[in-house]
Nanobody
Framework: QVQLVESGGGLVQPGGSLILSCAAS????????IGWFRQAPGKQREGVSC????????FYADSVKGRFTISRDNAKNTVYLQMNNLKPEDTGVYYC??????????????????????WGQGTQVTVSS
């Protein structure tokens, strides 16, 4: 059974850092593109970052580019999100999911999760002074 368990969130001051982890089970991570998504209060879930298997490329939404770094440890079936220089607008619940597609509309980045993905409970990130 597919399971995704996110952890590492918390309360941090602006400019601070966090490392999120996503432990995957029920499937082999190395065979999937996987990404992080977030949902801010009152907003739709949005794609933040993705790491692909085909060529190891990484993708980021403009809002986090240069501040966030996605990585994966296939041996541990785990994906990470290093978040630096956090801003209040980064506040939200962060989820990981397998990614079915990525595309751009102009310069806007979008990533589409697997249909009927087994979403985890997410991990809350709050950036506030």
């Amino acid at each position: 059974q597919v399971q995704l368990v996110e952890s590492g969130g918390g309360l941090v001051q602006p400019g601070g850092s966090l490392i999120l982890s996503c432990a995957a089970s029920g499937f082999t991570l190395r065979y999937h593109d996987i990404g992080w998504f977030r949902q801010a209060p009152g907003k739709q879930r949005e794609g933040v970052s993705c790491t692909t298997i085909s060529d190891g490329r990484t993708f980021y939404a403009d809002s986090v580019k240069g501040r966030f770094t996605i990585s994966r440890d296939n041996a541990k079936n785990t994906v990470y999100l290093q978040m630096n220089n956090l801003k209040p607008e980064d506040t939200g619940v962060y989820y990981c999911a397998r990614v079915a597609a990525i595309h751009y509309v102009g310069s806007a980045y979008y990533q589409t999760p697997y249909e009927n993905e087994h979403w985890g409970q997410g991990t809350q990130v709050t950036v506030s002074s």
